[in-house]
């Protein structure tokens, strides 16, 4: 499939997981795919194969929202437009609410929230000229409760109901917004998970297809939102989580 080409994709958190593999999937749609990420050398290992002349990578922190400025500014000035944002770019913690620091609070809060919100606000502009769609990564954490996760459960909900404000406000202007909510993924922010096989035993014993979703399963899932394939689907939070959500909560009866 090519549904992209012609048309520009930026995606912040782009060196690892979600965001790599999502860069990846769009460059294989025929994208001119631009890289947002704080570290230069992920950045690079996330490109390797794909099209020089289609890919231009920017070193971003979502923290600062120059910088997520100077990132769509970039990509509108380098390819002469801007069609879809992927807002990817994020971070966990885990620790009991009491626990858990007003320094942390607000630094899951400025990743996660901020740096959709500064996303958004460069981007829309330029959507707006293409017709184009926004795909902000969420979290079934942003839909429910976890135990000792409630700083990073409050940022996800913020990500959860500004897609759903935005896609009400952007939609009759047509540009749509989206948003997917995996449950576990195989990345590195998840590796203390993965590679606790106790831990894991506990996660296949409630997903029911038995596993952690691969990065490309998501980055597949974000792709199929911001294409045509997708032309009215406005305001949806669309779980990407194996079956997670398809439980009433109770235990496994046999």
């Not at 700083?151 to 009759?172: D, H, P, W």
């Not at 047509?174 to 998970?193: C, F, K, Y």
Request: proline share 3%; with cysteine.
């Amino acid at each position: 499939m090519r549904r992209f080409e012609g048309k520009t994709v930026v995606v912040t958190g782009a060196g690892s997981g979600i965001g790599a593999a999502t860069a990846r999937r769009f460059a294989e749609e025929g994208a001119n795919v631009v890289l947002g990420g704080r570290r230069r050398e992920k950045l690079e290992t996330a490109a390797e194969g794909m099209d020089q002349a289609k890919t231009l990578l920017r070193e971003t922190d979502v923290l600062r929202q120059a910088d997520v400025e100077a990132l769509i500014a970039a990509a509108a000035e380098t390819f002469g437009r801007v069609d879809v944002l992927v807002n990817n770019a994020g971070t966990a913690t885990f620790a009991p609410f009491l626990e858990g620091s007003v320094e942390e609070w607000h630094r899951i809060f400025a990743v996660n929230v901020d740096g959709v919100f500064f996303g958004c606000r460069a981007a829309i502009p330029h959507l707006l000229k293409t017709g184009g769609s926004i795909v902000n990564v969420s979290s079934v954490s942003g839909t429910g409760g976890d135990w000792n996760m409630s700083f990073y459960n409050a940022s996800k909900a913020a990500v959860t109901n500004l897609t759903r404000a935005l896609a009400l406000e952007l939609g009759a202007k047509g540009v749509r917004v989206n948003a997917v909510n995996p449950s576990l993924t195989a990345t590195d922010m998840a590796e203390s998970i993965t590679s606790n096989q106790a831990m894991m035993d506990k996660f296949k014993d409630r997903i029911p297809m038995g596993r952690a979703a691969d990065p490309k399963e998501v980055a597949a899932v974000i792709a199929f939102l911001a294409s045509e394939d997708a032309s009215f689907v406005n305001g949806v939070n669309l779980p990407v989580d194996g079956g997670l959500g398809a439980s009433n909560g109770q235990p496994r009866l046999g």
